[in-house]
């Protein structure tokens, strides 16, 4: 059991950049996360977009129609529940994003320990 670990953990250091490119991981990885924080603000728009067209759905069918008709309920379930989807998506991915900035964060220490430990070997 004992020499599994260390095959796996083996194989799991080598998967990681080499200290010596530290500054360039760590860029890399903001320009990343800010890429994939960007997308996430236009993919919360969706679901904005899609609960305001339901309620200009439901005030400009009570101002013009009187009560809803079955149509007008139609329309307002489709907005519904696709605000609801994007929404969900919206969520799923926010918790993707904040896992992945969580991963990073403990590559980048495990970076700086390899580094500093390289650097105290050499004295």
């Not at 990681?16 to 800010?34: D, F, I, S, V, W």
């Not at 679901?47 to 305001?52: D, K, Q």
């Not at 993707?96 to 580094?115: H, N, S, Y």
Request: with cysteine; aromatic share 8%.
């Amino acid at each position: 059991m004992g020499k599994q670990n260390e095959n796996l953990r083996d194989r799991l250091l080598a998967r990681l950049p080499q200290p010596e490119n530290l500054a360039g991981y760590r860029e890399e990885t903001a320009a990343l996360l800010a890429k994939h924080e960007k997308a996430l603000f236009w993919e919360r728009m969706l679901p904005l977009i899609f609960s305001g067209g339901a309620l200009c759905v439901i005030v400009l069918t009570g101002s013009f129609l009187g009560p809803p008709a079955n149509n007008v309920k139609t329309a307002f379930l489709i907005l519904f529940f696709l605000s609801m989807i994007y929404t969900l998506s919206y969520n799923v991915s926010r918790s993707k994003v904040d896992l992945l900035k969580e991963i990073k964060q403990v590559q980048l220490q495990l970076l700086e320990l390899q580094a500093s430990l390289r650097k105290d070997e050499g004295r």
